[in-house]
């Protein structure tokens, strides 16, 4: 069974940074291609950041380009989400999820691709 819980969500005011981490707990956990996602009250789930199993090339939604990094450290079973210049429509509860890749060269962006999740963590942006 493979276990995600995220941690380092919280309250900042906007303008602010936060870095959220995700500790999975699965073997083999560098042959995982990772996402963050996140939920706003009232909306549907979105993408957010993705990063691959092999190299570490990420992608991001358009909305949080230039302001948040995904990482990984496959020695800690980690996943990170740095986020900077924080926005109020950034406040969701934000989820990583994992999928066992064996494809080098994309990125996961749906929902529907991932295998596992973690239980959230809540980000609140103040105006």
């Known amino acids: 069974q493979v276990q995600l819980v995220e941690s380092g969500g919280g309250l900042v005011q906007a303008g602010g940074s936060l870095r959220l981490s995700c500790a999975v707990n699965?073997?083999?956990?560098?042959?995982?291609?990772m996402g963050w996602f996140r939920q706003a009250p009232g909306k549907e789930r979105e993408f957010v950041a993705a990063?691959?199993?092999?190299?570490?090339?990420?992608y991001y939604a358009d909305s949080v380009k230039g302001r948040f990094t995904i990482s990984r450290d496959n020695a800690k079973n980690t996943v990170y989400l740095q986020m900077n210049s924080l926005k109020p429509e950034d406040t969701a509860v934000y989820y990583c999820?994992?999928?066992?890749?064996?494809?080098?060269?994309?990125?996961?962006?749906?929902?529907?691709?991932?295998?596992?999740w973690g239980q959230g963590t809540q980000v609140t942006v103040s105006s």
């Open positions: 999820a994992a999928v066992t890749s064996f494809q080098s060269s994309y990125y996961y962006t749906q929902l529907k691709e991932y295998d596992y």
């Open positions: 699965g073997r083999t956990f560098s042959r995982y291609a």
């Open positions: 990063i691959r199993w092999n190299s570490g090339s990420t």
